[in-house]
C-alpha cells in the first residue's frame, strides 16, 4: 500500500489562529479524504479532496472553516481556520485506490490542541 | 439514519486468551466493512470484508461477516501486549456513499 506521511505531527495553537494540515502519498491515489477524531469519538468524515476542483463537504463541514486544496494526485492540504479549543483534535488524511467501497489507508495523523 | 455499533466497548484480557470483538451496522444497501488498529494517531489497516461466510485471516487475527445478521467479529487468538488498542470497524452503504466509523473497542491485555 501507499505511504503517507502528514505535517505538522503535532502542534498547540491558539485561539483565532490557523493551521495547515499537509498530506503526501508516495503514489498517486484517486482518492483522498480528510477525518477528524475528536477526544474519545469515532473517526468523522470532514471532507473529500478533488484533483483540480472544490472538495466534497460533508454535512456540518464549511469550506471556510476547513478549505481544502488537492493540486495533484499525490497531495492535499487542510486548514483549520479561526481554530477554538473545539477543534482540538487528531486530524488524519486517508487515501483510498478508487471510488466507492475500498480499502481506505490512514496517514499517522496530526494532533491539534487549540488554547 | 446509517450507524455502527461496536461491542464490547472496553475489554481487558490476559495474554494468552482469546478475544471477539463485535461490530454490529445498519446501512442502507452495503457494500463492505473494513477493520482497523489504531494505537495512539493512525488506524492500522487489518481486513476488508464484502462477502458473508468467508473468513480473511492475517496471523492470530481472523475475522469474517455475516450479513443476515448485519454483524462481523473480529477474533484474535494467543492475545499479546501488542494488541493493546483501539479496534475500530467501518461500514460504507451506497445510501450515503461514505464510510461510518463504529466508536470502537478499546482492548487491553495484559502481561
Known amino acids: 500500500s501507499a505511504v503517507i506521511s502528514q505535517k505538522p505531527s503535532r502542534d498547540i495553537c491558539q485561539r483565532g489562529t490557523s493551521l495547515t494540515i499537509q498530506c503526501q502519498v508516495d503514489s498517486q491515489v484517486t482518492m483522498m479524504f480528510w477525518y477528524r477524531q475528536q477526544p474519545g469519538q469515532s473517526l468523522t468524515l470532514i471532507a473529500t479532496?478533488?484533483?483540480?476542483?472544490?472538495?466534497?463537504?460533508e454535512s456540518g463541514f464549511v469550506i471556510d472553516k476547513f478549505p481544502i486544496s488537492r493540486p495533484n494526485l499525490t497531495f492535499s492540504t487542510l486548514t483549520v481556520s479561526n481554530m477554538s479549543p473545539e477543534d482540538s483534535s487528531i486530524y488524519l488524511c486517508?487515501?483510498?485506490?478508487?471510488?466507492?467501497?475500498?480499502?481506505?489507508?490512514f496517514g499517522p495523523g496530526t494532533r491539534l490542541t487549540v488554547l | 439514519e446509517d450507524k455502527v455499533v461496536q461491542s464490547p466497548l472496553s475489554l481487558v484480557v490476559h495474554e494468552g486468551d482469546t478475544v471477539t470483538l463485535n461490530c454490529s451496522y445498519e446501512?442502507?444497501?452495503?457494500?463492505?466493512l473494513l477493520w482497523y488498529k489504531q494505537e495512539k494517531k493512525a488506524p492500522t489497516f487489518l481486513f476488508m470484508l464484502?462477502?458473508?461466510?468467508i473468513e480473511k485471516k492475517s496471523g492470530r487475527l481472523s475475522s469474517i461477516l455475516d450479513k443476515k445478521e448485519l454483524s462481523s467479529i473480529l477474533n484474535i487468538t494467543a492475545t499479546q501486549t501488542g494488541d493493546s488498542a483501539i479496534y475500530l470497524c467501518?461500514?460504507?452503504?451506497?445510501?450515503?456513499?461514505?464510510?461510518?466509523f463504529g466508536t470502537g473497542t478499546r482492548l487491553k491485555v495484559l502481561a
Open positions: 446501512v442502507t444497501n452495503f457494500r463492505s
Open positions: 486517508s487515501v483510498s485506490p478508487g471510488q466507492g467501497a475500498n480499502e481506505q489507508f
Open positions: 467501518a461500514v460504507y452503504g451506497s445510501g450515503t456513499y461514505k464510510y461510518i
Open positions: 464484502t462477502s458473508s461466510g
Open positions: 479532496a478533488n484533483q483540480g476542483s472544490e472538495a466534497t463537504y
